[in-house]
């Protein structure tokens, strides 16, 4: 009898065990789990809403949506499962979706729907799943391979979908990375991604809790690394919201090498710097009995407009009667360019994926196998590949999963 190991009972083994299984009927499949349950990261996506995918997905996103050091590999990946194929997945297996703009997800706003039906089909198949199984090392032992953990395990193929470092409490803590060495596979560097950013002497901290539509620019070295415009969050320690999330990693990186890390804000992207220094000249026009922290009260949220004043150097008192145009456009540029020295990310244990992982150049992205060691496939955040926000890591998942799975069975044929 086939026996198909997979190391790793998040999205992608799960995928790649229900694929395997449907694939191979006579195939003995089985998944290591160290946690006491799979797929406790499916019930943390979207908010407990499970983002599946999303409909970008497959139509030449690669250059906007993902990240790593080989995207022809991941959009290789993509072509071959695209959000048609994440949609059919599901559909199979009884899943009622529904879309929200391009985000994908079940009907019922529930990962809890998703998991249970994976787990419905797992059953289904015999698929077995072993938890709370540390597996210590994969050696090879003629043509199939010893797993060895608290108990040994045997396998003719090994999928390696162990995760990656983010949220290690459910259940991603690298332990995959040392298993792929073990195979000659070399790891690019691996940071947090999608992940608050902590600020050094945050000159916002008393407005924490604001809310603020905002332009933020990734800063490294003084160049511009990457943008997005969205909900800023304010914290005590720093910045978060989507926008922040979706730059992370190339600051996380850039703290990585050692470089200086800065994020710009845009507090105004609708509006020019000129036009919100005229905007201001109008505000203040024949108001000159009011303060400038008044007639900004009308933009900004309360607790931000002393925070502001303060980077422009007036004070929030100064009677718009004595500010003159120039000082004016000093407070519009203010609002527009505020630099954030960054000291470091929220770190792993509240990042949502990691960048970097296991480099794909070395991973065959028809099948995703090793190119270093024939029967070994690796499949999800193990990889070098992480998207932004939108259920792009989620999709990642089930496709590099459902590949191995149908590729692992497929090579005994």
């Known amino acids: 009898m086939r026996r198909i190991g997979i190391i790793g009972g998040g999205a992608a083994g799960i995928a790649a065990a229900v694929t395997a299984a449907r694939n191979d009927r006579q195939a003995k499949v089985f998944i290591l789990e160290q946690k006491d349950r799979i797929g406790r990261k499916i019930l943390a996506t979207g908010n407990g809403r499970c983002n599946l995918t999303n409909c970008q997905i497959g139509s030449s996103c690669v250059e906007s949506c993902y990240r790593g050091e080989n995207l ?13 194929e994440t949609w059919r997945f599901f559909e199979s297996l009884g899943l009622v979706m529904k879309t929200r703009g391009d985000y994908v997800y079940p009907r019922s706003d529930q990962a809890a729907s998703v998991l249970e039906l994976l787990n419905l089909e797992l059953k289904r198949l015999g698929a077995e799943v072993h938890c709370g199984v540390h597996v210590q090392s994969v050696i090879r032992e003629g043509k199939a ?13 090994v999928i ?6 983010a949220a290690s409490a459910l259940g991603s803590d690298g332990s995959g990375y040392p298993l792929a060495k073990t195979f000659g ?19 916002f901290a008393k407005a924490s809790g604001v809310r603020t539509d905002a332009r933020v620019t990734a800063l490294i070295d003084g160049v511009p690394a990457a943008e997005d415009t969205g909900e ?6 720093g910045i978060s919201g989507i926008p922040v999330f979706q730059i992370s990693r190339h600051i996380a990186l850039g703290l990585y090498q050692k470089k200086r890390a800065e994020v710009e804000l845009d507090l105004l992207p609708e509006y020019t710097e000129e036009e919100l220094t005229g905007l201001l000249a109008k505000i203040t026009a024949n108001r000159t009995e009011l303060t400038i922290g008044e007639c900004l009260a009308g933009i900004f949220n309360q607790k931000l407009i002393p925070r502001i004043l303060e980077q422009a150097k007036v004070r929030i008192q100064t009677r718009v009667s004595e500010l003159s145009r120039h000082k004016l ?12 020295t960054i000291q470091d990310t929220n770190g792993f244990e509240n990042a949502q994926v990691c960048a970097g992982g296991v480099r794909m150049d070395e991973v065959d992205p028809r099948t995703m196998e090793s190119r270093k060691r024939k029967g070994i496939y690796l499949a999800g955040e193990l990889l070098d590949a992480d998207g ?6 989620l999709h990642w998942a089930w496709a590099t999963g459902c590949i191995a799975g149908k590729a692992a069975v497929k090579d005994f044929r």
């Open 145 to 157: 391979f010893g797993i060895r953990a608290e108990r040994s395990f045997h396998a003719d193929r």
């Open 388 to 393: 932004i926000c939108g259920g792009y890591n």
């Open 72 to 84: 022809a590999a991941v959009d290789e990946v993509l072509r071959q499962f695209g959000y048609k």
């Open 185 to 203: 596979h070399s790891i690019a560097p691996v940071v947090p991604a999608l992940v608050q950013l902590r600020v050094k002497a945050h000159p």
């Open 329 to 340: 456009k000093d407070i519009a540029d203010r609002c527009k360019k505020i630099r954030l």
């Open 160 to 165: 390696l979908a162990c995760g990656g470092k």
């Open 232 to 237: 800023l969050q304010i914290t005590a320690y």
